[in-house]
């Protein structure tokens, strides 16, 4: 497994400002994904953080509303820009962590605690 | 295109007894990979249990143990002997093991309800 730092835990913001949210791994981790979870909601995947390139994006999330930086294999940041009271939800940093002899699919992900943002 | 339901919304238990949470999925990737989180009030997520899609045998963690029906599409959580502190919003999650690159999809949830 890996542990997961993610900052801020919580916070604030006025409308029409941008925060940024880090997520620090205490390992190398190929895979490492950004989530939202708005209120009473299931999780819905954000991007896929890409080491070194551009993140790749769902449906219906962009890169100017939420730009991600992966600038190594430990770290990545997701900024969400221009806040609106819509954008107030929990963001989860994701890992998985890829074992010898593992396969796409059964590597279970693992989560940082989440930062809980309200946008006033 | 991966899904992946859960109809109950929440669920009741008693304390001490057994308790299934449904999860159906949908995939037309042969390998893939079921999983199920908890997340408890105070929000972490929690992974509980893993299902491969070419297991022959249903998975087991302690309490928890996963009742795979391939054939219905269907991986259902079984929590035996609940406690109070399961009192928690249960996810199904499921990865396709073709060329996904490790995206994983969440079902909506189902808030489990432990009585004393």
Known sequence: ?120 | AQKITQTQPGMFVQEKEAVTLDCTYDTSDPSYGLFWYKQPSSGEMIFLIYQGSYDQQNATEGRYSLNFQKARKSANLVISASQLGDSAMYFCAMREGGTGGFKTIFGAGTRLFVKA
Not at chain 1, 31 to 49: D, H, K, N, V
Not at chain 1, 86 to 95: A, G, Q, R, T
């Open chain 1, 1 to 120: 497994s890996a542990v997961i730092s993610q900052k801020p835990s919580r916070d604030i913001c006025q409308r029409g400002t941008s925060l940024t949210i880090q997520c620090q791994v205490d390992s190398q981790v190929t895979m490492m994904f950004w989530y939202r979870q708005q209120p009473g909601q299931s999780l819905t995947l954000i991007a896929t953080a890409n080491q070194g390139s551009e993140a790749t994006y769902e449906s219906g999330f962009v890169i100017d509303k939420f730009p991600i930086s992966r600038p190594n294999l430990t770290f990545s940041t997701l900024t969400v820009s221009n806040m609106s009271p819509e954008d107030s939800s929990i963001y989860l940093c994701s890992v998985v962590v890829r074992d010898a002899g593992s396969t796409n699919s059964n590597q279970p992900q693992h989560f940082g605690d989440g930062t809980r943002l309200s946008i006033l």
